[in-house]
């Protein structure tokens, strides 16, 4: 391998620069040509492909969102898309490749990979729904960001002695809003993993808060889960409280990334190329303990994470 090429595919998510630096930064510093490609695969396919030196990664450690660009390109799913990847890899020199994104992004590269180009895979998306690694990048800071705002929305909320219901992100998974119920004291939290009952899960709850005295209530609901408005208007005509729904939606994908998120992203951008200078090929590198660890593409791919139950009866035992 001479030439390493990265891209950021899916979702944008906060850290993907950090992981872009030190993935440009390692392949250098090991003598490689490093290439990015802009747009995900899109770019790959359009040659939309540029020269990287130590100095295109400067002053990006600490921006959201990624140089690169990223994108979906349902061309890409399709055996011409990846021929014609593969061509554009061929032509340009590009003889291994770094890919920051979710599970779609890494069965791009496995179909890469299966043509020849050694594929390298790492986890950015802020829903942490990817089920090899205990951390995604992006995912820290989705969650800070979310809290912050949650936080604003208590003091109002307590002001007023009203029901927010708060919808945040985290496409089917719900770590997101599991610890973002945790961290900002809701009273309920839904997940999509939990089939959830209005009476049980949100009326119930509410009722024997207020026995205690409690007038305002903090409502946490995942996206896709059930309207929050809507769960809204059905809190206010139940119980009297107003009640008012904010989603928090793309805001929560933006921003400076936290600590966490520099940190894994940096990391696991080393251990790509320290893979790749190993001879060590089509790998997906992921965050397990305080370990950055790697696994086959396949395996990755395969593997199931779920939500931590024993978490989901904390939440409620301590939101009375
Ligand atoms: P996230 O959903 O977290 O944003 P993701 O990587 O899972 O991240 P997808 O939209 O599923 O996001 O996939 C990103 C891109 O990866 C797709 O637009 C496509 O170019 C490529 N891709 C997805 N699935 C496949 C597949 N089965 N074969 C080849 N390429 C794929």
Redesign the pocket.
């Given at each position: 391998i001479k030439t390493i090429g990265v891209l950021t595919?899916?979702?944008d998510a906060p850290g993907m620069n950090a992981a872009v630096r030190a993935i440009v930064r390692a392949g250098i510093s090991k003598g490689y040509r490093m290439m990015g490609i802009q747009r995900?695969?899109n770019g790959l396919i359009n040659g939309e492909v540029y020269e990287m030196n130590v100095r295109s990664v400067s002053e990006i450690i600490h921006r959201g969102g990624t140089i690169l660009y990223t994108a979906?390109?349902?061309e890409?799913?399709t055996k011409e898309g990846?021929a014609k990847g593969l061509a554009r890899c061929k032509e340009l020199g590009i003889d291994a490749l770094v890919v920051i994104?979710?599970?779609?992004?890494f069965?791009?590269a496995r179909?890469l990979a299966n043509q020849g180009i050694p594929c390298i895979g790492l986890p950015g998306?802020i829903?942490n729904d990817i089920a090899c690694s205990e951390y995604t990048i992006g995912y820290d800071t989705a969650m800070n960001t979310a809290v912050e705002a949650i936080d604003k929305l208590r003091d109002t909320t307590q002001s007023h002695d009203r029901c927010s219901v708060v919808e945040v992100m985290g496409?089917h998974a719900g770590y997101i809003a599991l610890n973002v119920g945790i961290a900002t004291g809701a009273v309920a939290v839904l997940l999509p993993e939990i089939p959830f009952d209005f009476e049980r899960d949100i009326l119930e709850r509410m009722r024997q808060t207020q026995v205690t005295g409690k007038k305002h209530f903090i409502i946490i609901v995942s996206e896709g889960v059930v309207g929050a408005q809507e769960l809204a208007n059905q809190i206010q005509a139940a119980t009297g409280v107003d009640s008012r729904a904010t989603v928090l939606g793309h805001i929560q994908r933006g921003g400076s990334p936290t600590v966490r998120d520099r940190v894994n992203a940096s990391l696991m951008g080393y251990h790509a190329i320290d893979l790749l200078d190993k001879g060590i090929y089509n790998r997906v590198v992921a965050v397990s303990g305080d370990k950055i660890v790697d696994y086959d593409v396949n395996v990755a791919l395969s593997m199931h994470k779920t939500i931590d139950r024993d978490m989901i009866e904390i939440a409620k035992a301590i939101s009375i």
């Open positions: 595919s899916g979702g995900g695969y979906r390109c349902l890409f799913k990846q994104g979710g599970d779609g992004s069965m791009g179909a998306t829903d496409h």
